[in-house]
């Protein structure tokens, strides 16, 4: 049910590049589509197509992440796909004030009944599912590759050399540690459990009664956890953690080919808040070759 | 070891901290993926539950770091990308939580559990209701949209979880707590 990722070491482009390059990258292209709030096809899709190159470039193996991506396409295509379709969730208002012309109603009625609502699925509706998806997975593609290609080992040096502080760079670099590790106690946990007879998936009861259910899952590990930090506590203060300021056992370098792409990610952000507030392009409309094809 | 001062961040809080956000991090990403079923858009998560426990029993410090780091991490592997508000929500969740715990010493004793819920409740209602009011700037919704569509169901869903799974954290905690003779 879990799934613990793996690091390997790989001599790519992306894995040469400094981890604060890529994060910074990361946050350029988030910050960049979600703080302008680009909807527009003619910005989303280049910068799908940069992340797509980014990830492949990465040349993580399709066995490592083929869990993974079910997760995410199921999640993407239905749950968020749909919801789009339907409610316009999580989109600009104008994806339902502008005019567009209705394609088919979905009843969402109780059955044999008159209650519940007719929802018209729109052009607009449909195209602004279409960006929608393609949004999100230009975010995921920077973001799934991070934990199979940055070395456990560097997080907290990269936090600290982007200016964080020693404490809560340990903090992020001990989180993303013990990630992997939590992951497997609970798969462990939910094993040991189900072999004791315990149906998570039961159906039975309701809401919650079936939240009641989780406590034989999560009590374990999270017990077992604050009796690990006790462990992870000694074990630091043994080593004067916190009386002074640290040194940290890597040094992070920039490198020519980091300053590309942190060009490329600056680029990215400053381009989307220019053309979005200095030109209003880049908000959401219906291209008209989107809605001929339904006419 | 056990200085109880609230605003203390030394090493327990650093490792507390983490572990809480790993744990919420994790759990919140197996709920992301495998909803439990709801009505309407009411969406429970348990490791609500986990957050409020870790700020309750360690502190404000690492109820934020936990709700902060926990909320980033889980988005990102599930894919959805950074949402920093509902970070932010998250964190202030465990923040006010962990604002109770200098007044439990005993974590079985009822009045003190529910103490800590009533603050869990403030700190749910105040992390959910900053993370929907940005919804509203960042998101460009209405203000009905980020106080129906949002604020209301995260908040149910998150006070239900709480008030079933907290008591039951805080009771086995103190059962561990005491084997450890702290």
Known sequence: ??????????????????????????????????????????????????????????????????????????LVVFIVGLNALLSARGGPS?????????????????????????????????????????????????????PYTIDPNIYGTAFRQMGASDKVSFTMDLAFRFLPTFARDFSITMDAQRARGYELESMEGGIFSRIRRLAPLIIPVVMQSTVTGEEVIDAMDLRAFGTNRRTWLKDLKYAPRDYLILGLGIFIFVGCCVLRWGFGVGGYFVPDFFTNLFL | ??????????????????????????????TNIFPLPAAGNITFRPAVAVLIFFGVAYGPWVGLLAGFIGNTLGDALSGWGFYWHWSLGSGIMGLVAGLVMTQISDFRAKDQIIKAAIYGLVGII?????????????????????????????????????????????????????????
């Open chain 1, 1 to 74: 049910m879990l799934v613990a990722w793996k690091y390997r070491p790989r001599n790519t482009f992306i894995q040469r590049l400094d981890p604060r390059t890529r994060l910074i990258f990361l946050f350029c292209v988030i910050f960049g589509v979600s703080i302008p709030e680009i909807w527009d096809y003619r910005i989303v899709l280049p910068l799908f197509l940069v992340s797509l190159t980014l990830y492949l470039m990465a040349r993580i193996a399709w066995k490592d992440v083929k869990r993974v991506w079910t997760y995410i396409l199921i």
């Open chain 2, 1 to 30: 070891m056990n200085d109880k001062s609230t605003w203390e961040f030394g090493t327990r809080q650093v490792v507390y901290g983490a572990i809480g956000a790993a744990l919420y991090g994790v759990l919140s990403w197996v």
């Open chain 1, 94 to 146: 104008s994806v339902t004030n502008i005019v567009s012309p209705v394609i088919f109603t979905v009843p969402l009625k109780i059955p044999f009944t008159q209650l519940g609502w007719d929802i018209p699925v729109t052009v607009s509706k449909i195209w602004f599912s279409f960006n929608q998806m393609f949004r999100m997975l230009t975010m995921t593609l920077l973001a799934i590759p991070i």
């Open chain 2, 126 to 182: 105040a992390g959910m209701l900053f993370a929907s009011l940005m919804e509203k700037v960042v998101g460009g919704i209405d203000i009905k949209t980020a106080l129906i569509g949002y604020f209301v169901p995260a908040t149910i869903g998150n006070v239900v979880v709480v008030g079933i799974l907290l008591p039951v954290l805080m009771i086995a905690f103190a059962a561990v707590a005491s084997r450890r003779g702290r």
